[in-house]
């Protein structure tokens, strides 16, 4: 298992969402990996520390205070405990724990967006070019998932990255807005036939979730519900020009 899968996987190791082969695989590469054994023990710190707060509930989209805890470590290096009073802050607002709709899956897709927007190193290849990013995937993940530069739509690509959705691992394509983020995930579907985007709003994120060309799409930003659905229909083009 090489360091990019590991580190993916720290999250679904405490919360206890991998198989046992999953598992035993994780813990023997924790050997070779001490930057990843030091981020499980900073996540099963702060998984402590948020088990041990009241959750509130909070008054519907609190952009304003959220992104006001959230955008110092945003903007600074990141450091393991500014990350973790962070999402304590965001608990004692009551955004985490729930707020947002969708389950297990919704709160997966969440916490990559916070990962990227969070993290020095919001991907594990950064480059603007397809034919880098894309192969970059080959061997980390089971399938080939369509990677394009939205430069000409306004949503230039910055990179992609490896995360763990519902237990899964799945490619994840960082895409850049002005000054905002867009954090796309991708993974193949067991459904045939598009579905056209549906885009919702709440507690200060727009998220996106469609299915096309045989793939499941999930998007997470702090865009604009417009700009989001601009960027679906962006993705769905550049994917339709290549077939």
């Not at 608990?91 to 947002?100: K, P, Y």
């Not at 994840?172 to 000054?179: A, D, K, S």
Request: with cysteine.
């Amino acid at each position: 298992m090489d360091c990019p899968t590991c580190e993916a996987m720290v999250d679904a190791y405490v919360d206890g969402e991998l198989s046992a082969s999953e598992s035993v695989a994780f813990e023997r590469a924790l050997d070779t990996c001490p930057d990843c054994a030091k981020r499980l023990e900073t996540a099963r710190a702060m998984s402590r520390l948020l088990r041990e707060l009241p959750a509130e509930p909070a008054p519907d989209l609190l952009r304003a205070r959220i992104e006001r805890e959230l955008r110092p470590v945003a903007e600074a290096r990141w450091r393991p405990w500014a990350l973790a009073a962070s999402l304590i802050a965001a608990v004692s607002v009551g955004w985490l724990g729930g707020t947002l709709t969708g389950g297990r899956n919704t709160d997966d897709l969440v916490a990559t967006y916070l990962r990227v927007t969070m993290s020095e190193h919001a991907v594990d290849v950064a480059s603007s070019d397809r034919h880098t990013v894309k192969p970059w995937f080959a061997g980390r993940i089971d399938y080939a998932p369509p990677v394009h530069d939205l430069t000409a739509s306004g949503f230039p690509l910055n990179g992609g990255r490896i995360d763990i959705v519902d237990g899964r691992k799945v490619a994840v394509l960082v895409y850049q807005r002005n000054q905002h983020k867009v954090v796309l995930s991708i993974w193949p579907s067991a459904s045939s036939g598009n579905a056209p985007a549906l885009v919702t709003q709440r507690d200060g994120f727009a998220l996106a979730r469609w299915r096309h060309a045989g793939f499941e799409l999930r998007a997470v930003s702090d865009l604009a519900p417009s700009d989001m659905a601009s960027f679906a229909t962006a993705v769905d083009r550049a994917v339709d020009a290549e077939r």
